[in-house]
């Protein structure tokens, strides 16, 4: 083999250990959600922020924001907004982000120990004016191994 080729297949060899140190299964983590009551009531829009009951946090980055959230909501009709589900952390705080395109759900939780506690909002691009207050609930997120939620890449 050539010398060109040699240091090609070295280039390859060594993209291909980076992206296995960063797959999924290093270092995802899982949790069980409880959510509380939505207040104001979400009404007809309770589908589009229906958050699942566990979530995995993966290491698997989107090209510009966070990191992959999983899973998605289950939207009434199909729908996908780009670089979401996602998380994204700063110290102690997480921040998980759902969106369809039309209705973000974002849900901010600071770390207690191994749980993590805040609030879900509920957004929407269609406002009335004056808009008024956005429905809000509080969220735990328990640790959860992720092989027993069935939350695996």
């Not at 949790?31 to 566990?54: I, K, M, Q, T």
């Not at 004056?130 to 328990?142: C, F, K, Q, S």
């Amino acid at each position: 083999m050539d010398r060109h080729l040699f240091g090609v297949a070295c280039v390859l060899m060594s993209a291909l250990g980076s992206v296995h140190a960063q797959s999924p299964a290093n270092g995802a983590r899982c949790y069980r959600l409880v959510v509380g009551p939505w207040r104001p009531e979400l009404g007809n829009d309770e589908p589009y922020h229906r958050l699942p009951s566990a979530v995995r946090l993966d290491t698997l980055s989107w090209d510009a924001k966070g990191k992959h959230l999983s899973p998605t909501i289950a939207y009434p009709y199909h729908s996908s907004f780009p670089e979401t589900p996602r998380w994204e952390a700063s110290g102690d705080t997480v921040r998980l982000v759902w969106s369809n395109g039309f209705t973000p759900t974002i849900v901010t939780l600071v770390r207690h120990g191994a749980t993590l506690t805040g609030e879900a909002v509920a957004e929407s691009d269609a406002q009335p004016i004056p808009p008024p207050p956005l429905p809000r609930a509080t969220v735990t997120a328990e640790p959860l191994a992720c092989d027993s939620a069935g939350l695996r890449p």
